[in-house]
């Protein structure tokens, strides 16, 4: 393999920075110093949990060394860093994660002073979703912009926090579930590329063909959702997670979770009469739960109201458990659990 020049990776204010921070200085001919963000002949990525990892690893190909935050079988907004993953997000040279939800994740970011430092949710629109979700409810107007520090936009995400009074969880109303929409996700996708093709433009046309792959397989998936869910008999279902808001006005379902974004929450008393009715007028036939978290409120919440379960995966992370190997086969997956569960032809 050849050495590539290091210096090529990474701007040289970023160069300037780490010397200033104490960290080792670099010279011309190194690949070895953990502050260059290199490793070997890649580039060394730090992604916050799956949805970031899948874009980095698909984007960035051979090129790069991807490290996860969060491990497989972690629920990913309980995450909590230890020191060595906080230092080991400081020698990266590429950082990809999703501003609003891991709380811990975002502070380590924040201190961490890495040049390529990309939030995902400035590559498209977030928007406001409550446990109620259909074709009618945008939050925020695009801040569309591919910049990546990823830092201008967010406070506009986090203005509005109107909606329907249940739980909204992170970011003050602003849903983060970007991924769940694979049309959203492509846009992020974009963004992320144009970004490694900045971070390190030696190897920038494999980032753009790796891209336009990558969009191109999104797009084909969003074909998929939308003549699967065309003529469904009921476009109401429910979930213990409402992480599929993106998803139900994507393809003009709607979403009727037990509570909010945080999928731990034990919903009311009221909250579980409510779905009871709604399930009765239209017409839902199951209680969908999720692999990272308990079943219980969806087994609880079905036996009495004589609904069915099943499983629809919000990709926060794979496991042995995920219906599929990654997240094009566990889209596809939650394609046919939703099929079944409306009816769909």
Partial sequence: ???????????TTAVAGAVALGLTALSACSTSDAADGSNGDKLKV?????PMQFLAEKIGGEHVAVTSLTKPGVEPHDLELTPRQIGSISESGYVLYLKGIQ???????????????????????LE??????????????????ADEHGHEGEEAHEEHSEGDGHNHGEEGGADPHIWLDPVKYAEVAKGVGKSLEKADPDHAADYKKNTDALVAELGELNTAYETGLKNPATKTFITTHSAFGYLAERYGLTQQG??????????????IQEIHTIAEKEKAT???????????????????????????????????????????????SNLAALQKALGAK
Wanted: hydrophobic share 35%; glycine share 8%; charged share 25%.
């Fill in 286 to 332: 199951t209680v969908f739960f999720e692999t990272l978290a308990s079943d219980r409120t969806a087994k609880t919440l079905a036996k009495d109201t004589g609904l069915k379960t099943g499983v629809l995966d919000p990709l926060e992370g794979i496991t042995d458990k995920s219906q599929g190997a990654d997240y094009i086969e566990v889209m596809e």
């Fill in 1 to 11: 393999m050849t050495v590539m020049n290091v210096r090529r990776l990474i701007p």
């Fill in 103 to 125: 709380p811990a994740v975002d502070d380590a970011i924040l201190q961490s002073g890495v040049q390529n430092t990309v939030d995902a949710a400035t590559l498209t629109t």
């Fill in 46 to 50: 730090t992604a916050s949990f799956y």
């Fill in 128 to 145: 406001n979703h409550g446990s109620e979700v259909s074709g009618h409810d945008h939050g925020h107007e695009g801040e569309e912009h």
């Fill in 258 to 271: 037990i509570a909010g974004i945080d999928p731990e929450a034990e919903p009311s008393p009221a909250r």
